[in-house]
């Protein structure tokens, strides 16, 4: 049987409560009658047998490419690059799908003789992941064999030495990517593309880029132009990446892209009705949902954080393809699309959404308030094609204790930005204008960046940029049960329940409004008609 | 008339001192301030002149002495019984002679620059100290024609501020008070002039990085002090770490770059200053840290917040304190105390010095200080004026002074 589709329910009074995720807990919450709620496609079946899978796409690639056999020969300078700890989420069961792509890879190098191979993880401003991470995501055959020689490195957007400049795109726009990766003569790129906006061009231009090449992109005014991130054709961050990637293409870097899709099997059994729709639910599904509730609710947050940060996604792998970047990234977003799509008829005057624990930005980490910004405004806002879920001057409601807690090994200068920064200004080209510059080159950052597992200094600026879009297009921004001090920080406004929070969207967008719930995760992306 | 007495009472300053365990100025009812009649002091000479108090402000320094945390450095430089109060405006009602000789009429609101040096005591010559002008550093506060007593407010002979009946003053100490100020106004003057040789003794440079730790009365009008008087020849970035929401405010308006919470103060500075940290410590830091707290804990503070071979100037009263010296010597740190007040040198090299209190007058009127008043009481409600004056920052005020024009008493 295959799996349903993405479904928007329209609550009427026979409707259960609808599952709200808040942080590392969650609750359900009654909606007014009359609004919707969005579901996710159930997951697709997964590759019967991904190892043949990912042979057949490394042998028969997509676009002008040849065979990776082909490319390969005995004295070549091979680098393999891969996606970070920001992919999946969550983490997946083992084996990763890096692992199951780059075994493969690596055993093509050897049967060609290659010996100059070396790893890089492409993780642009992000933190260094730490050892434990690396041998999830790769397997500790590869880590092994690498990363005691040296030859399993984690790109250093501020290693000067390791840099090399490509030039100027025609919008003047630096090139900047890593030395090892430019100079290679095969760069493979390992993707998960686990929504509509990874990949691309965007691996190479942003993963292994620098902070002069992301500048260029990462700032107020393209964020503010891409509508949404996940329509690549809509999206002015897309279209800078492609400018740099079709630079680094004919500056002659030979790139070899691989693209994984994933299903949206996001839970494991034990938090399984969290992608089940509620009226839906068996005896199972609400005995979990009061045991996880009620055990979550007397846990202090930290070992919530804790159990949940533990969890292991079991998405399985939808489609690998591989070969020139733009004809598999296209193939891929069409598979991100087939899982992830669900067509929406209109937009809403408010629109709801429970935010997990879990962003890009904050594995084995605390989800903090900027991030909180980031994952409701940046990402679920934007999870959309056509026109947003919700009309311009509409309200975004979201769920979240928003902590005013920090991960100082991992966000240090979050800290300054949320204390120093937001204390000032909220509008994003104005914190641009006045303190990027000092976070981006503060010699501590870069340090703590280079050596520690911080993210790069910049990096609260390019999250608080991410919701500019949003922040452009609503009338207002609730948060529900957060800590209102940190709310406030961030210029919105805090509601105890949500009904008060619905009581005060009123205020900004009339009465009897429309209201559409987005009932992620797991991931869907709205095609808004 | 009435004035506060504080006798030589040891069982009472002990009592004080378990009750101050409660807060500042608990242990008002129990210490060794007593509500008594007032008897005006003797004239000590002719060059003195009798000043009625209008206004006189509970200092640090008055509720580190009644709560029994002074330092027993202060002993022998104090007489028994006094009036406290040294920071006061009051009205010369039979007129007489300011420091620079000129004659006040009767009715001329003043102030008194109340250390007790030289001139008062009519020890000439002065000392070296006092004979450059730098009254404050006065070798003889325990000798000469006055009881001892570093400054009036910790004297027998002279009375003090905390009184309806009139203290005595010396023409060395008296300073008018110009009609645009208001009584509000002129009671910060000493603080302020505290403030302003702080500031102007801590050799700020062009395009320093100044850290203020601590937002009370001493913190703003430090602020305000490095904003008006320091700023105009030596531009630089203010950063201050002040505790309650009132104070951050306040040291906005008067003038700072950036006012942020205590434990946001070190990261402020850190990135203002480019600073890597080594062991919990800024490997560079701001060029100057005021402390105006002066407590264990803000002394630390202060030495890790400044760079190696920088300033850390004591402007709040420290009594005995625990503090790890390590990093001043590894880092060539200079600390240096700022008290009170004297001359101070003229910003342009040639100029003439000036009285630190006329500094901190012209300040006082330009920066509207009198708005750091927040609370006036009759001296009757004491025991609240001065739980009031030791939960100031908490709750919402910085300077709670005693108003003795009245004698029904009113609060604001």
Not at chain 1, 4 to 21: A, E, H, K, Q
Not at chain 1, 179 to 184: C, L, M, P, Q, V
């Amino acid at each position: 049987m295959s799996p349903r589709p993405g479904f928007v329910l329209d609550v009427d009074s026979s409707t259960p409560p609808t599952l709200f995720w808040h942080g590392e807990r969650f609750s359900l919450e009654k909606l007014p009658e009359g609004s919707r709620v969005i579901y996710a496609p159930e997951p697709e079946e997964a590759l019967a047998d991904p190892q043949a899978a990912i042979r057949h796409a490394l042998t028969h690639p997509e676009g002008d490419r040849d065979p990776l056999p082909a490319l390969l020969f005995p004295g070549m300078k091979l680098t393999i690059a891969f996606d970070d700890i920001s992919l999946p989420l969550p983490p997946m069961e083992r084996p990763d799908v890096r692992q199951l792509v780059m075994e493969q890879v690596l055993d093509l190098a050897a049967e060609a003789g290659v010996d100059d191979v070396e790893l890089i993880v492409a993780l642009a401003l992000h933190r260094r992941m730490t050892e434990p991470e690396l041998r999830h995501a790769i397997g500790d055959r590869i880590y092994d064999a690498f990363a005691p020689n040296g030859l399993l490195t984690q790109h250093d957007a501020e290693d000067r030495d390791n840099l090399v400049h490509l030039g100027m795109t025609d919008h003047g726009e630096d090139v900047e990517i890593n030395r090892r990766a430019a100079e290679s003569d095969l760069l493979v790129y390992v993707n998960i593309n686990l929504v509509a906006m990874d990949g691309g061009h965007k691996s190479v231009a942003t993963g292994l880029a620098s902070y002069t090449s992301l500048r260029h992109h990462h700032n107020p005014a393209t964020m503010r132009k891409s509508t949404s991130f996940m329509d690549q054709h809509r999206s002015e961050l897309h279209t800078a990446n492609w400018r740099m990637g079709r630079l680094i293409r004919d500056a002659g870097v030979t790139v070899f892209q691989i693209e994984t899709t994933l299903n949206t099997d996001t839970f494991p059994d034990s938090f399984k009705f969290l992608q089940k729709r509620e009226w839906e639910w068996k005896a199972k599904d609400r005995i979990g949902y009061l045991g996880a509730a009620a055990a979550l609710d007397r846990m202090p947050a930290r070992y919530a954080r804790r159990l949940f940060h533990s969890v292991r996604a079991p998405h399985r792998m939808t489609s690998v393809q591989a070969g020139e970047v733009e004809a598999v990234h296209a193939i891929t977003t069409e598979n991100v699309w087939a899982q992830q799509g669900v067509v929406v008829e209109g937009q809403t005057d408010i629109l709801t959404m429970g935010l997990p624990y879990i962003s890009p930005y904050n594995v084995n980490s605390i989800l903090n308030p900027i991030l909180v910004a980031c994952l409701g405004l940046g990402y679920f806002f934007n999870l959309y094609r056509g026109r947003p879920l919700v009309r311009e001057g509409g309200v975004l409601i979201m769920t979240h204790p928003t902590p005013w807690e920090f991960n100082p090994v991992h966000h240090p200068s979050y800290i300054d930005f949320f204390e120093q920064v937001l204390s000032e200004t909220t509008d994003p080209t104005e914190v641009a204008d006045r303190f990027e510059e000092g976070f981006a080159t503060d010699p501590w950052y870069i340090h703590l960046y280079r050596t520690g597992h911080a993210y790069h200094g910049v990096h609260p600026f390019y999250m608080w940029y991410w919701c500019a879009h949003a922040l452009e297009h609503l009338g207002a921004v609730i948060i529900v049960g957060g800590d209102p001090k940190a709310v406030h920080r961030l210029g919105f406004r805090a509601a105890s329940t949500l009904a008060d929070a619905l009581e005060m969207a009123q205020d900004v967008v009339g009465p009897s409004p429309t209201l559409t719930h987005l009932h992620a995760p797991p991931i869907l992306m709205a095609d808004v008609q | 008339m009435k004035a506060l007495v504080v006798g030589r009472n040891l069982p009472r300053f002990v009592a004080a001192r378990v009750a101050s365990a409660l807060g500042s100025g608990r242990g008002a009812g129990i210490g060794p301030l007593q509500l008594l009649d007032a008897v005006a002091p003797d004239r000590p000479g002719d060059d003195w002149f009798p000043l009625r108090p209008l206004l006189s402000g509970i200092c640090g320094s008055d509720l580190a002495t009644l709560d029994g945390r002074t330092s027993r450095y202060f002993e022998d430089l104090v007489s028994f019984p006094f009036v406290p109060g040294h920071e006061v405006v009051g009205v010369l009602d039979d007129g007489g002679t300011d420091h620079a000789g000129r004659t006040l009429a009767p009715g001329t609101r003043a102030v008194i620059e109340p250390v007790l040096g030289c001139a008062p005591r009519h020890i000439r010559p002065p000392c070296t100290q006092c004979g450059s002008g730098h009254t404050g550093l006065c070798g003889n506060l325990a000798s000469g024609a006055l009881a001892p007593g570093l400054q009036t407010g910790f004297c027998t002979d002279t009375g003090g501020g905390w009184s309806t009946a009139p203290l005595m003053a010396h023409t060395s100490q008296l300073h008018a008070v110009p009609d645009a100020l208001s009584d509000q106004d002129a009671v910060l003057i000493e603080p302020t002039a505290c403030a302003v040789h702080a500031a102007l003794s801590s050799r700020v440079a062009d395009g320093d990085l100044v850290a203020v730790v601590g937002a009370g009365t001493l913190g703003l009008t430090t602020v305000a002090a490095l904003h008006s008087v320091v700023r105009p020849t030596a531009p630089c970035t203010v950063v201050v770490g002040a505790k309650h929401p009132r104070q951050r405010e306040l040291a906005a308006s008067l003038g700072a770059d950036q006012v942020v919470p205590p434990d946001q103060l070190a990261r402020a500075v850190r990135r203002r200053a480019g600073s890597l940290v080594l062991s919990g410590r800024l490997t560079e830091g701001a060029d100057v840290v005021f402390d105006c707290v002066g407590t264990s804990a803000s002394i630390t503070e202060a030495l890790t917040l400044v760079r190696p071979r920088g300033r850390v100037v004591l402007v709040g009263m420290p009594g005995k304190v625990g503090v790890d010296l390590a990093p001043l010597w590894h880092r060539e740190l200079t600390l240096v105390g700022a008290y009170a007040y004297g001359s101070e040198a003229a910003p342009e090299p040639g100029g003439p010095d000036r009285r630190t209190f006329e500094v901190a007058i012209d300040l006082v009127g330009s920066a509207g200080l009198g708005r750091l008043v927040s609370a006036l009481y009759p001296l009757e409600r004491y025991e609240e004026a001065l739980v009031h004056a030791g939960a100031a920052g908490r709750r919402g005020a910085v300077k709670v002074a005693f108003d003795l024009r009245n004698p029904k008493g009113r609060t604001r």
